[in-house]
């Protein structure tokens, strides 16, 4: 029908793709079911909203380069009993990130600290949050090699336009003297500005060693946990408890010896 070629035109300069895929259908429902005109033009500009809205998260959730798409659902709450999981749901509702406050998930290796991060960066990417995920080594080296190419200021200026910064493995990799002082200055830039969200397998008594400086260390510590969000995880490796499931055996094997876990917050 003409009417319809030139709706789907109107739709295509119009940019409302979902619109032009759905108006004879629901023109057809509206007909059948005596909807008013009214009725019609809402249910049609609702599903091109509703599309929209999903199509912006999907782009939200690419451009955070998440290595992995972990979400609460899929987290096993049950294997670490010192994790309170009423505090991580009100987390993933985001208030934290009105807030602009931090949130630092310490903890052994294997322990879950990464899909907790992703899952909480993953409800603010819905929430409509700019979002970047990055593993701490992974950023400094993009902070010298910028330095280097004199495109630093550029860089810095695109990582403060996101609304949370992901720094996953803090600690893995200790940095030299040059690194330590992008990073410093990358969360300092960052600082009751915008949030950060960290995994780190460091007690803080240990960052000065991270950092190659006691008093940078220092510095850097009393920056992050300033209106943030303490999470501390206990217990054995998840991926180790999964190889000895695998096996048909899980022995009442000990975690490593350490001071009992607790969750804290230090929000002032």
Known sequence: MES????REYCKRLRLPTLAANFRRFAEDAARENRSYERYLLALLEREVQQRAANQE????????FPVLYTLDTFDFEALPSINKTRILELAQG???????????????????????VALAMAACRQGKRVRFFTAAGLV???????????LGRLQASLLRQDLVVLDELGFIPFNARGAQLLFQFCSERYLRSSLLITTNLTFDHWGELVGDPLLGGALIDRLTHRCHVIEFRGQSFRFRQSLARQHTLPDVKPPAEQPAQEAEAIS
């Open 95 to 117: 208030h934290w990130l009105q807030q602009r406050e931090n949130v630092i998930l310490v903890g052994d290796i294997g322990t879950g600290k990464t899909h907790l991060a």
């Open 4 to 7: 319809d070629l030139l709706l």
């Open 58 to 65: 999907q782009r939200r959730i690419k451009a955070a380069r």
């Open 141 to 151: 080296n993009e902070l010298l090699e910028a330095q280097d190419e004199s495109r």
